[in-house]
């Protein structure tokens, strides 16, 4: 396992180090903004296998992503409609989870057979800019063994998994705080199924300001 400090001036070759593990099948920590996440190439059957062992998470629950910008989503998701064009436009980069319909060869390790995938644009944080970096999506699951708390910070990652995963992108301790607002808008509503960062009123408003 790798460790390595990211500040300003060395993030262009922390992030380049990132994406070449994730391709070759590697397993990487970034701090979002609230805490880590674990982040493994979306395709890539061996790693996303290897995650839920890790993390010892139960196979019925699916694997969010997160994208640096909205030209990736038609590599995941089989249509986006226009409460979801509202939504990213609103929203993203920022705290809410938008759950997709998948597309039909998505591993059943993102999707956990629902036919339907959970996907961010994260905000500013090292997780932005990997997931920018990157020319493909990137796991966001929480930096934790299932049922304990998401690491805050490096060492705790490192006390989770230790040589486990390949690398951890150290960027201090985040602020902790509220998780993403995870929406689901596959039937065309808005089916809030966790109220993270952004309020339902908040949620609800955007609509009402078309009528």
């Not at 396992?1 to 070759?24: G, P, R, S």
């Not at 970034?30 to 062992?53: C, I, N, Q, R, V």
């Not at 960027?171 to 993270?196: A, M, Y």
């Amino acid at each position: 396992m790798k460790i390595i400090k990211a500040c300003k001036t060395n993030m262009e070759q922390v992030l380049q180090q990132a994406i070449e593990i994730l391709k070759n099948g590697g397993i990487v920590a970034y701090p979002t903004e609230t805490s880590y996440g674990l982040g493994a190439k979306f395709d890539l059957k061996d790693s996303l296998k290897k995650l839920y062992e890790i993390k010892q998470r139960p196979e019925d629950k699916a694997m969010p992503l997160i994208i640096g910008n909205k030209e990736l989503l038609p590599v995941i998701a089989d249509s986006v409609n226009s409460i979801a064009i509202k939504l990213m436009e609103s929203f993203w980069p920022g705290p809410l989870t938008i759950i997709f319909p998948s597309k039909e060869n998505l591993s059943e390790h993102i999707t956990a057979g629902t036919h339907k995938v959970a996907v961010r644009i994260p905000g500013e944080s090292i997780a932005l800019h990997l997931a920018k970096s990157a020319p493909f999506p990137i796991t966001a699951t929480s930096a934790n063994t299932s049922g304990t708390a998401p690491a805050q910070d490096a060492e705790t990652v490192i006390k989770f998994f230790g040589d486990k995963i390949d690398l951890v992108i150290d960027g201090g301790t985040t602020s902790g705080g509220f998780p993403s607002t995870i929406v689901d808008i596959t039937e065309e509503k808005i089916k809030i199924l966790r109220e993270g960062a952004i309020q339902k009123k908040l949620l609800i408003s955007i609509f009402e300001d078309q009528n």
